[in-house]
């Protein structure tokens, strides 16, 4: 049987640290803040916001939404980022995407105020990521793999990593963070030939696909570790990753489930870069 790796105790683990460090700050008077910025309705968004709320609520965090319809206006869409940008209360903000215009999308991310980016919507964040150097966040599910990783104490220098996904949220960045950790990285994507072995041969495997039952026995083998950040809904209507759980857990040494896995270290990434973004302000006051 492989071991399961839950996100309960990390993201617990993360969360009282972070607890300490609001006090902390609210002793100081900086209050920390995050601005959700919703738009629609969509139950997955829906899902995320209400793990969110709880677990800034558990972090020492204030939350104010922002919701707007799905067919907004651009100007509305500004307007609702400006309002951000210049309320100082707000140390964070989390938009959640895709939006239901791609284009509009774009724009929004670019105009946030990096110092608030607190889940990489920004290019100078983007470029942190990439580089290694900067002040900016990483996106909160790459990060949460990461945190993941090190809680089990898995090593990752010198280790064959395969991430099937190439997307700016998850894909490229966590192959790039994982790069940053000495593992070799392969990035698949829907065109990689020969999916299945290119995964089987690989020590690590992060699937970030969003396709339910993608993964199968033909992807892995024996002692291999298996990192599952797909969150979809299969034929029945239950929440299940890109892992076909039931095949591939006998197999593997390790596998994260779904839901309980990634996801619930994801909010508690996002609850640690709002605290970081607050002490950024109160350090920035302090020496002013
Ligand atoms: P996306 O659709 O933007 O990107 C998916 C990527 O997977 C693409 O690069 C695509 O090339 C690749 N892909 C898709 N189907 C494939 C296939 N059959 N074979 C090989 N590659 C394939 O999605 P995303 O925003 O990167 O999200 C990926 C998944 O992660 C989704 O299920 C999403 O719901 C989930 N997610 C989880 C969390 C979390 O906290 N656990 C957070 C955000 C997103």
Redesign the pocket.
Known sequence: MAKLLKGAPVANAITDDLKRRSDELIHRSIAPRLAILRVGNRE?DLS?ERGAMKRCEKAGIAVTKFILPEECSGAQLSDTIQTINQDPSIHGCLMF??LPDRELEERACMMLDPAKDVDCMTSRSLATVFSGKGPGFAP??AQ?CMELLDYYGIDLTGRNVAV????L???KPVSMMLQARNATVTM???R?AG?ASVCRNAEILVA????AG?VTSEFVRKEQIVID????VNEEGKLC??VDFDEVEPIVSAITPVPA???SV?TAVLAKHVIEAAERVFHRRAFQ
């Open positions: 997955d995320y995407r895709p909160c599910t949460a099937i996904g190439r997307s949220v998850i894909g698949c994507h829907t990689t999916l970030a696909a969003g396709k993608l950040v797909g969150i979809n990753g890109d896995g990634v996801g994801t």
